[in-house]
Each structure stands twice: as C-alpha cells, then as structure tokens.
C-alpha cells in the first residue's frame, strides 16, 4: 500500500546541535526522495532532494541518506539554527499520486 | 512566472454552502494536487490530475469535486461546507512525476 511512516513527530535540539528525521515506506517504484520545509503560516518548499542512484547528498548544513534495502530516507541538519525550526516532510510517489509523511515539528532552542 | 496561485486567501462559509477554490499555475506544469492541512497535522491529498481532463481521488476526497478543463487551471468544489471542512488547503504543481512540487500559498477555510 501506499505508506510513509516519519519519526519523530516532534524534536526539540540546541542551537549547534544536529537533528535527524526519518522516513520509512512501502513498496513505490519512485526513485525520487524529496524533503520540504513549512515555516509557520507559510507553503511547503523544497530543501533537498535525491535519487536513488546516489546514497547521499550534501547541501551546507542539510543532506538526505537513502537506505533502499531498507526502505528509508533520513534529513540531517547540522550546527542546527532558530532559523531552522518549522516542520519537516517527506514525500513519496505512489504512481501519480504524491503522499506526505506526517511531518516532524524541530524545535531548535537558543 | 508567478507560479502557483490560490485564491481567495480566507473565507468563512456557513454549514451547507458551497463554493470553489481557485488554483492557476503558470508554468505548463501537468500535474496538480489538492492538499488539506488540519492545525498540527500533515498534508492530506484530496484530488489530484495528471493533466488536462483527467482528475482522481486522493487519501480524502468525500464532499470535494475537481475538474481540469485547461493545463493552467484546477480548482477545488465544496459541495455543501461542513465544519470538518475547516482546514488551510494548499494546491501544488509538478511538471512530471518525480520532480519538485510547487505550492500555492494556501487558503485558510472556516466553515461555521
């Protein structure tokens, strides 16, 4: 079915530290793993991304690690910042149809 | 490019009106979405299309109706409001499976 299990649903870090949110899903011949961030009040936009023909993928504090044997992506944010609390979300496609995870509330303290 | 665009930004509707969503995107995307988000909740997929004529059902999709008559165009019906309605709904846009969704800025619906 078309399943996208994201843990944890909220994480609280010092300023400095590194959070990590994962997701895990179900069979999907997508081969495409997406991450967005919401600010409050805003639209979903994308961080980062990967496909599955690479393991990882870096962009400044940010990168997204595939486990395909595993089925699960994880987000890595490092030397965490205020400006980097908001909710986080997953995104797999199901054939056409594009489903979120739950969602992770960071909460990054100063 | 203005790219994905919602209107109206907030509405307040009575129990048993309807009304419809606005969604134009301007980049010759083919695929559009609906999504409702509930206060503290993920997004849930309404309606989505995968290009000019052809819609389908997402996750939730009881008491919503869509068409999509251009490329540009996608809107979202209320058939007759409830207030399990009440929720911000955002339209998005890809040009192709795999690719970056774009998101509209949102609507906020109070449904009384």
């Known amino acids: 079915g078309e399943n996208v299990e994201q843990h944890p649903s909220t994480l609280s870090v010092q300023e400095g530290d590194s959070a990590v949110i994962k997701c895990t899903y179900s069979?999907?011949?997508?081969?495409?793993f997406p991450w967005y961030k919401q600010e409050l009040g805003k639209r979903p936009q994308l961080i980062i991304d990967i496909r599955s023909n690479v393991g990882e993928k870096k962009d400044q504090r940010i990168a997204v690690t595939l486990n395909k044997t595993a089925k699960h992506f994880s987000l890595h944010i490092t030397e965490t910042q205020p400006e980097d609390s908001a909710v986080y979300f997953c995104?797999?496609?199901?054939?056409?149809?594009?489903?979120f995870g739950a969602g992770t509330i960071l909460r990054v303290k100063s | 490019n203005a790219g994905v665009t919602q209107t109206p930004k907030f509405q307040v509707l009575k129990t048993g009106q309807s009304m419809t969503l606005q969604c134009a995107q301007d980049?010759?995307?083919?695929?559009m979405s609906w999504y409702r988000q509930d206060p503290g909740m993920g997004l849930r997929l309404i309606h989505y299309s995968v290009g000019a004529g052809i819609t389908d059902q997402g996750e939730v999709p009881n008491g919503y109706n869509v068409s999509r008559s251009t490329t540009e165009d996608f809107p979202l019906r209320l058939l007759s409001a409830a207030p399990s309605q009440t929720s911000v709904y955002f339209c998005?846009?890809?040009?192709?499976?795999?690719?970056?969704?774009?998101f509209g800025q949102g609507t906020r619906l109070t449904v009384v």
């Open positions: 980049m010759n995307h083919e695929y």
């Open positions: 998005a846009s890809t040009r192709a499976k795999d690719t970056e969704a774009f």
């Open positions: 995104l797999r496609g199901y054939g056409n149809k594009l489903v």
């Open positions: 069979d999907s011949a997508s081969n495409y």
